[in-house]
């Protein structure tokens, strides 16, 4: 039950202005609370007339329910479709999803290039979550070619966005020289800065590095 509130807290602020043939935010609102409050039957029947009526948010909720299995006929197949109609008009959420979807196996078997497309779809559209894993796919060569020149770039977006993880991480290839020139500064900057985000290793990187520029600043023999 405490995963609901944060869910549904999570698509309401997530749900994109100005969709065209979106319904009053009133029957959405109606059906948020039913979920929030536990009264699953009436949140599935608000949710699935906003999904006919061509509301993503509604879709995405469904999507969800069917995947919690909250549904008195839970089935994948259907999650995916309400998923992918969300996606095409432009949901993150739904995007993002659809990601995990693959990368889990849930759809029958694990297949990690169509999670990266939906993950640099998400990625693409702002999502740092999205950024992070698309990253993360290059860093590993994982449903991707191992690239980290774009491992770099994608960790850059994503800690622009605020993921401490994509900080740190970034913070790492600029102290190694992977994907990007080696850059002590830039590396101390990054640290710093996943740091101040509450990474616990980074402080000691950041000392670390402080350490490294120091001695680099000594002349030969000082």
């Avoid at 409050?37 to 006919?52: I, K, T, V």
């Avoid at 999507?63 to 299995?69: G, N, P, Q, S, T």
């Amino acid at each position: 039950m405490t995963a609901r509130p944060l869910l549904i807290a999570a698509l309401w602020a997530l749900a994109l202005p100005g969709h065209a043939a979106s319904p009053p935010a009133a029957p959405v609102d109606r059906a948020i609370a039913a979920y929030a409050d536990g009264r699953l039957p009436e949140a599935a029947a608000g949710f699935r007339q906003l999904a006919a009526q061509g509301n993503a948010l509604a879709r995405y909720n469904l999507a969800m329910m069917h995947l919690r299995d909250e549904l008195p006929r839970s089935r994948v197949p259907e999650a995916r479709r309400l998923l992918e109609q969300a996606a095409g008009q432009g949901f993150v959420r739904a995007e993002l999803a659809l990601g995990e979807l693959h990368e889990q196996g849930r759809l029958g078997r694990v297949d990690l290039v169509q999670a990266q497309r939906w993950f640099l779809r998400a990625a693409e559209h702002g999502s740092a979550d999205g950024q992070l894993a698309v990253g993360t796919a290059f860093f590993l060569g994982r449903g991707a070619a191992r690239d980290m020149a774009q491992a770099a770039r994608w960790f850059r977006e994503a800690a622009n966005g605020g993921d401490v993880g994509a900080q740190y991480l970034l913070a790492s290839l600029y102290e190694q020289g992977d994907g990007v020139p080696r850059d002590l500064r830039l590396a101390r900057y990054w640290y710093d800065i996943a740091a101040r985000n509450g990474d616990e290793a980074a402080p000691f990187k950041r000392q670390e590095i402080d350490a490294r520029i120091e001695s680099e600043r000594q002349p030969d023999g000082a």
